[in-house]
């Protein structure tokens, strides 16, 4: 196993989850049975991560553009999701996980968003890792509500226009509590961040590989871990001023 150096473990790592639908054809299988794999890759790589040390994990599960699916496959995605709050979030508490879901959990249904409820509330005074899931968000759709937050309490005369930084803006948004990613991994050949936390991901180290999601395993985040730890990352510095820090 190509084990990534334990000095250099990103401590937000971000994930699109792609090709689970071509895994499933690829097997003259229907679609869901593929996001029924990719559900065991998810337990596999939160493992992993666990064991790694990284403090966040995010999964990008369901999109605010998913909907635009056939109904039948959104449908089974719904059962999916419900079944795997009803079947994992026990083991995630049991292991000091803790589970955030963020998104506009408003369009579920009331049963699921139920679920989500008691989902978080049992593991929200866990102390390990934290396992994000992006259900029903966009990017787009997290600024937007940031904005409106703020536009709010300029109408309410609580800030001035002028005043408004990034900081504020971060602030609203749907993952304040959490450190920007570090590493966004997107498996599945596509080479884009499709909507996923856009202004959180300004200076993150991207990492793209062909294997489809329900086939990537801990070798594979492991290797993605790798790569990272072997860049550089100088947020606007120069490699002299980073050297130089380290020198001190």
Not at 44 to 71: H, I, M, Q, T, Y
Not at 205 to 216: A, G, I, K, Q, R
């Amino acid at each position: 196993m190509n084990t990534p150096p334990k000095d250099n473990i990103p401590k937000h790592i971000a994930i699109i989850m792609d090709g689970n639908g071509r895994w499933a054809k690829r097997r003259l299988q229907p679609r869901f049975m593929g996001h029924r794999a990719g559900v065991k890759t998810v337990a596999d790589v939160v493992k992993r991560c666990a064991e790694l040390g990284v403090e966040v994990l995010s999964l990008f599960a369901f999109s605010s553009e998913n909907w635009r699916r056939p109904g039948k496959e959104v449908s089974l995605l719904m059962e999916l999701f419900s079944h795997a709050l009803d079947n994992q979030v026990k083991k995630l508490h049991d292991n000091n996980i803790r589970l955030c879901i963020i998104g506009d959990i408003d369009k579920f249904s009331p049963t699921l968003q139920q679920k989500i409820a008691e989902a978080q509330t049992l593991t929200q005074n866990n102390t390990g890792l934290i396992v994000n899931i992006a259900a029903n968000y966009g990017g787009r759709w997290d600024i937007t509500q940031s904005v409106r937050h703020l536009a709010q309490k300029v109408a309410a005369g609580e800030l001035k226009p002028e005043d408004i930084n990034e900081e504020d803006i971060g602030a609203s948004l749907s993952t304040s509590a959490l450190p920007e990613p570090d590493l966004f991994i997107r498996t599945g050949g596509e080479q884009r961040v499709s909507n996923f936390l856009l202004w959180q991901m300004a200076y993150t180290e991207f990492f793209f590989t062909d294997v489809l999601w329900p086939e990537f395993d801990s070798k594979q985040l492991d290797a993605a871990i790798s790569s990272f730890s072997k860049r550089e990352r100088r947020f606007g510095r120069t490699s002299e001023q980073l050297q130089g820090q380290s020198d001190a």
